[in-house]
């Protein structure tokens, strides 16, 4: 079955960095885009970053433009969000997130998500 599994959350100061890791399973990784999102508490799941199947493509929310870095290693089943700069505003927990196909169409898969804090 499918599995996403994030890791690489923690406690940063403002201005440091964290990345992030995702290990995909239970399906065909390489063919399929891959995104990150996160949730702030009491706040909506917003899309952060997004990478195409092959990486040749990415896109960013404007908040995390010119900071945050998605990419991936199709041979390891892995993507990555390099978040550098960061600010108290980043706090939150983030998910890596797939929409696949399954036997009854398209499905969203998301993992149990990772806490980020960042706090002096």
């Known amino acids: 079955q499918v599995q996403l599994v994030e890791s690489g959350g923690g406690l940063v100061q403002p201005g440091g960095s964290l990345r992030l890791s995702c290990a995909a399973s239970g399906f065909t990784f390489r063919n399929y885009a891959m995104s990150w999102y996160r949730q702030a508490p009491g706040k909506e799941r917003d899309m952060v970053a997004v990478?195409?199947?092959?990486?040749?493509?990415?896109n960013y929310a404007d908040s995390v433009k010119g900071r945050f870095t998605i990419s991936r290693d199709n041979t390891k089943n892995l993507v990555y969000l390099q978040m550098n700069s960061l600010k108290p505003e980043d706090a939150a927990v983030y998910y890596c997130?797939?929409?696949?196909?399954?036997?009854?169409?398209?499905?969203?898969?998301w993992g149990q998500g990772t806490q980020v804090t960042v706090s002096s």
């Open positions: 990478i195409a199947s092959f990486g040749g493509y990415t």
């Open positions: 997130y797939s929409r696949l196909p399954t036997d009854l169409g398209p499905r969203d898969f």
